[in-house]
C-alpha cells in the first residue's frame, strides 16, 4: 500500500479530547468511514495483508471491528465471526473475561461459531492496553481456532497492548 494513502487515513483520523472520560484521547475513526475512498482504502490494507494468509474466517471485535471486519469477510468471501459484550449474544456462548480502567467485563463467541483447526483473523479498529483483543484471543482458542494474525487499523503503541496478544502476530497500519 502507497504511504500516501496511508498519509490519508493518518490525516482523517480525529483526536477527540476527553471522551469518553477526561484524559482519553479517543481516535475517532468515523472520517473514515464516512469518505468512500478512505473507507476503501482501509478495507484494502486488511485485504491485502490477508492475501496468501489461508484465512477460513474473520473475527471482529464489537463494535467498531464489524465495520472493518465485515467488508473485510465480503471481499475475502469467507466467514465472519463477532465477539460481543456480554449478554448480547442469543445462542450458546463461550466467555473471557478482560480489564477495564476501573473494574472487568466480559466477551462473549457463540459456541459453533468456529471450526476446530479453522485459520482465523482478528479485525478491530484499535489496539489500545490489549485487553479487549487478548479476550478475543483467548476465545478463539478456547474453540480451538488458530490466530494467524491479529490486525489493527490503529495501535497506541505507548500502551504496549501487542505484549498481551504475542507470541501471536500482531499488525497495525497506523501508530501513534
Ligand atoms: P483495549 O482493550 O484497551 O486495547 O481497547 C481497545 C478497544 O477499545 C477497541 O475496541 C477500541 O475501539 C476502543 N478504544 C480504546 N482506546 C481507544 C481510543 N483512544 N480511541 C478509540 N477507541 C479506543
Redesign the pocket.
Known amino acids: 500500500m502507497a504511504s500516501d494513502h496511508l498519509a490519508k487515513l493518518r490525516a482523517a483520523v480525529r483526536d477527540v479530547a476527553d471522551f469518553p472520560k477526561p484524559g ?5 475513526i468515523t472520517p473514515i468511514l464516512c469518505d468512500g475512498a478512505l473507507f476503501r482504502t482501509a478495507i484494502d490494507l486488511f485485504r491485502e495483508r490477508c492475501r496468501g494468509l489461508k484465512v477460513d474466517k474473520v473475527v471482529c ?1 464489537d463494535a ?2 464489524f465495520l472493518f471486519g465485515s467488508a473485510v469477510a465480503y471481499e475475502l468471501g469467507i466467514g465472519l465471526v463477532p465477539i460481543r459484550k456480554k449478554g448480547k449474544l442469543p445462542y450458546k456462548t463461550e466467555r473471557a473475561a ?1 480489564t477495564l480502567e476501573y473494574g472487568e467485563a466480559e466477551m462473549e463467541m457463540h459456541i459453533d461459531s468456529i471450526n476446530p483447526g479453522e485459520r482465523i483473523v482478528l479485525i ?10 487478548a479476550s478475543a484471543a483467548t476465545l478463539i482458542k478456547k474453540v480451538g481456532g488458530e490466530l494467524i494474525e491479529a490486525q489493527f487499523l ?1 495501535e ?1 503503541e505507548f ?1 504496549h ?1 501487542r505484549a498481551k496478544l504475542e507470541p501471536d502476530p500482531v499488525v497495525s497500519f497506523l501508530t501513534y
Do not use: C, E, V
Open positions: 482519553i484521547i479517543f481516535k475517532d471485535i467498531r471491528g478482560y478491530d479498529d484499535l489496539l489500545a492496553t490489549g485487553g479487549t483483543s490503529i497506541l500502551l497492548g
